[in-house]
């Protein structure tokens, strides 16, 4: 039997995660309805993408008996309030990263999630990659030895996007970009809490995080060094180092396609599609929709890949980072 989405938001990325659904066998995923706030955005997302049923209020697509799980798509400031009102209703949730503006919230939506026994997922996409499943196969097999020292970029000039210069809309580098850093370090060392973050940067104008470098110390003389911007481009790779070895992404280290272990390169195409997308390798969001259906079928209410104790540690990190910076 299918998994049938809901799709919460009628906009850019929410496009681009239904495009990558339709990459994968109809038998097993299905779009079963969307929401947004304009009920004329709404039927206008849903006939471009023949989706049967448009709804103009959130709460329209949290009572809808033939919704397995809601993908939340909308803006950052908004995740919480939607997440809460999907839980109240016994909906499933694949929530879109960052998973809430701050540390007490993503908090609350844990809480919350086991006391409705429902299924939450913090949408780290990267995660499910097939680079980054083997990432985590060459560490598991210490192919490079012991880690010592992991580099991540993710440095994009983005200031003429309005929602990510803007305080209310949830913009900064660290809330939209930097959090793929943070989150690929945490994965190359197991989810452990680093012993300190220290974090050096600038604000932009308005007032959201324009320019860090992030260090997360661990124990064992180990170290992540991570710098994002949202006012210059950079290569955006990423490095594992160890002692026998280099683990390299050479580029969109947040979606990747190509991996470098040791000087030999392996490519990993993505699912082909002809439809628009508005972001660079969308079609890998279908990764992660395919780990959610297995995760539902499993009757788990968390991934053990992208789990809500590690999404709990990230915005620890983010807020400490935030802290620092006088945000």
Known sequence: MATRWGICSAGKICNDFVVSLQTLPAEDHQVAAVAARDLNRAKEFAQSHHIPKAYGTYEGLAKDPDI????????????????????????????????AMNLTEVKEMISDARKHCVFLMEAF???????????????????????????AEFCANLVGVPRVVKQELGGGAVLDIGCYCIQFASMVFNGEKPESVTAKGFLHDTGVVETVTIILQYSGKRQAVLTCSLVTEMPNQAFISGTKGIIQIPSYMWSPTSLIVNGKETKYPLPPTKKHLYFSNSTGLSYEAEHVRQCLQKGLKESPIMSLTESELLASIIEEVHNQLRL
């Open 68 to 99: 397995d799980v809601v993908y939340v798509g909308a803006i950052h400031p908004a995740h919480r309030d939607l997440v809460l009102l999907f839980f109240n209703h016994g909906k499933n949730v694949l929530c879109e990263k960052p998973m």
């Open 125 to 151: 996409w990267s995660r499910f990659f097939p680079v980054y499943e083997e990432i985590r196969s060459l560490l598991d097999q210490k192919v490079i030895g012991e880690v010592k020292l992991v580099r």
